[in-house]
């Protein structure tokens, strides 16, 4: 009790020390830039990972393709396209001298025991009612696959065979 008086008499309360539990704003505040940096380096390599994928897929597709030859391309629609590859990039692919297949039906066929009313040929883009250029750009999404085609297959000696002929 004389403690007591004695803090009293010099004008001090005798308040005792709150006790260090380790859960105060410093340790929290080690915690959150913790964390804070564990999520910066996920981030980080989730977006560096991202980049690196698409890099890769579109360096593959670009050293894969032929440029001296003709590629088909497949396209989600059904569609089909023959041409040169000129440019391939993570976005889009430039296909130039182009051709696709037309399918002609007969509306009546001269005898009806014939069941193959089709006649498939291979038709140069630009002669088309909207007048398109002979180039395309067509968005990657939209391809399902492309190929490089054989010079000495039915496609490609039949766009030479068009071209010998001036185009006709």
Do not use: C
Not at 52 to 57: E, L, P, T, V
Not at 109 to 138: C, R, T
């Amino acid at each position: 009790m004389d403690m007591r008086r004695q803090a009293s008499d010099n004008g001090m309360a005798d308040v005792p020390a709150a006790p260090h539990r380790g859960g105060g704003r410093d340790s929290g505040g080690g915690m959150l830039s913790r964390v804070l940096a564990i999520l910066l380096i996920v981030v980080s390599v989730v977006v560096l990972g991202w980049f690196g994928a698409r890099a890769f897929s579109s360096v593959s597709s670009s050293q894969a393709v032929k440029g001296k030859q003709y590629q088909a391309v497949f396209l989600t629609n059904g569609q089909v396209y023959f041409g040169k590859f000129s440019q391939v990039n993570s976005s889009y692919v430039k296909l130039t001298d182009i051709y696709y297949l037309q399918v002609q039906q007969t509306v009546q066929p001269k005898d009806n025991s014939s069941s193959n009313n089709q006649q498939v040929s291979l038709a140069k883009l630009g002669g088309e009612l909207h007048g398109p250029e002979d180039v395309m750009f067509i968005n990657r999404d939209q391809v399902l696959f492309w190929e490089n085609l054989k010079d000495g297959g039915k496609v490609v000696t039949a766009i030479k065979n068009y071209q010998a002929g001036g185009g006709k």
